[in-house]
């Protein structure tokens, strides 16, 4: 299995986020003054906006990635798409179809070596939401649906990339066996990808990230664990990407990070979407 099939708009990629909104998500990210669910909205906001940019050339948006993004917990034991009347968007619809725009601030060095505030217009494609249970099997049977669809159409594609981000356990089953389903699918290039990344709220046990083993894992924190299972073995292309920012990998590294805080969670993110855009055509 080689993740190297080369991504065009004929053979685009496809990349799903699933995005727990729970109750617990209203909690305070770890290392934060913000909660989960308003730092993971914005860090997928400002993902997708990366993805656009890697996908833009001198004729606009190209659409080399299709893209979903599945919410569970809004309601009572549902999951559903999160983007507006539709499932799976080539990623030029998203581009131009944010639900608003957001002025923003950042510090730019100037020339002189001056701090200066500057503001930038953001577009924001989905809101931050902390609502009701877990109901995670059912954001991955959906996901599961969508790619089942994606796959028969197409074969020969880069496999997809399903990245779930959430900070508590499932309140509707188990989703292990649901998760072990979806990286037996494959395309001709290479079973699905999953990657979890398990949100924290405190800081008193250390952020693990890409752990090759549970043993390294608490003994006591079984959900842990159970992400760890259902996390994908990280291909060569990630970890090259995952030892050039320092970080310890080995062949039995999963796709998972263990009581992540966001500069984790922006990694995570970062390596899980930047290595099939180095197979853009």
């Known amino acids: ?17 699933l995005i727990d909104q729970s109750r617990s998500m209203s909690h305070k990210l770890g290392g934060t003054l913000r909660s989960k669910s308003q730092e993971a909205a914005d860090a997928i906001n400002r993902q997708i906006y990366e993805l656009i940019y ?3 050339k001198s004729d606009g948006v190209r ?25 799976l968007v080539p990623i030029s619809r998203l581009a131009e179809t944010p639900l608003r725009m957001e002025t923003r601030k950042e510090t ?15 577009p924001v494609w989905f809101e931050p939401v902390a609502n009701s249970n877990t109901p995670m099997v059912k954001a991955f049977k959906l996901a599961k649906e969508w790619i089942d669809d994606w796959i028969a159409e197409h074969q020969d594609s880069y496999p997809p990339v399903v990245i779930n981000l959430s900070d508590g356990a499932a309140t509707d089953g188990d989703p292990l066996e649901l998760a072990q389903e979806l990286m037996t699918m494959s395309t001709t290039d290479g079973n ?44 060569e292309g990630f970890m090259s990407l995952a030892e050039e920012r320092s970080l310890e990998v080995s062949e039995t ?7 992540a ?10 390596i899980g979407t930047r290595a099939p855009t180095d197979n853009l055509q």
């Open 1 to 17: 299995m080689t993740y190297n099939a080369e991504i065009s708009r004929r053979n685009p990629g496809l990349f799903i986020f």
């Open 54 to 56: 890697r996908c833009t």
């Open 108 to 122: 730019l060095t100037d020339p002189e070596g001056n701090d200066v505030e500057s503001e930038f217009e953001f």
């Open 192 to 235: 699905v990808l999953v990657w979890n990344c398990h949100l924290s709220e405190a800081k008193e046990a250390k952020p693990l990230t890409f752990p090759s083993g549970t043993d390294v894992l608490p003994s006591n924190d079984k959900f842990a664990r159970q992400l760890f299972e259902m996390s994908s073995i990280l291909p």
């Open 63 to 87: 659409d080399y990635f299709d893209i979903g993004i599945i919410g569970y917990g809004a309601e009572s034991n549902t999951a559903q798409s999160l983007l507006k009347d539709s499932d």
């Open 253 to 259: 590294s999963r796709a998972y990070v263990f009581n």
């Open 261 to 270: 805080g966001l500069d984790e969670l922006m990694e995570l993110l970062d």
